[in-house]
């Protein structure tokens, strides 16, 4: 039965039937799976002719208040620490709600944290002017030493940690590494060099089949395949 289930500037996300029967096309973002036609990304549907389109949605991340994420120390001024937080939009933590610690005036703040420095913070505040506030105080918000840290698209960061957390579990329990995923996209992993890279190599393999039905099953796979130990 030839089906069209979408009408043009409809936002699909990815896995999405768009249309049924062979009427239509598969354009650029979206597949076709037997008699179907599904979303290969989130995005906003184009007609071109017989074949379906979609134009991608900005990437970058908005932030929002309550969300966990990872950013980079930009600037320190005298009342606390610049931050980027991998937005259009920076982030200021200020030292009331960098340290419970009294700093005199004047003290030097990279005793704490410094340019260059990676850290995990809680928006606390995101104004109507898009200016926000974090703080790292709280269970797991901390500085970040060592590892690596890698970029991921925003949308495909709850396929990352999974349904109550199991795909980023499973993956510290494959490499016993220690990885915290930013809502922002960023994500740090520290372990042995192998396995961090063995983490980031399954994060890419989540990244691009995030689409497909037994994404689980298929990770499973892959991680008893490739960590083994020689």
């Not at 320190?76 to 005199?104: C, E, H, Q």
Request: aromatic fraction near 6%.
């Amino acid at each position: 039965m030839e089906k069209l289930l979408v009408k043009e500037k409809d936002i699909v996300a990815p896995g999405e039937v768009l249309a049924e029967g062979m009427d239509n096309l598969p354009g650029v973002g979206t597949y076709r799976d037997g008699q179907k036609i599904l979303a290969g990304r989130l995005g906003l549907v184009y007609m071109d002719g017989r074949a379906i389109k979609l134009i991608p949605l900005s990437g970058r991340y908005a932030p929002k208040r309550d969300d966990t994420i990872i950013c980079k120390v930009t600037d320190i001024s005298f009342s606390g620490w610049r931050v980027d937080t991998n937005s259009a939009y920076p982030a200021m933590l200020s030292i009331k709600d960098a340290t419970s610690d009294f700093i005199a005036k004047g003290a030097d703040l990279t005793q704490y944290y410094n340019i260059g420095d990676y850290i995990v913070v809680k928006i606390i505040n995101v104004t109507s002017q898009k200016l926000v506030d974090v703080t790292t105080k709280g269970p797991g918000l901390q500085k970040l030493k060592g590892g690596r840290i890698i970029e991921v698209s925003p949308h495909k960061v709850p396929r990352i940690i999974g349904k109550q957390g199991s795909m980023v579990s499973m993956l510290k329990q494959a490499t016993n590494c220690r990885i915290v995923v930013g809502q922002n996209g960023l994500i740090w992993i520290e372990g042995e060099p192998d396995k961090e890279l063995l983490v980031e190599r399954t994060i890419r393999k989540i990244e691009k089949e995030s689409h497909l039905t037994g994404l689980t099953d298929s990770i499973q796979k892959f991680l008893e395949k490739n960590s083994k130990t020689r």
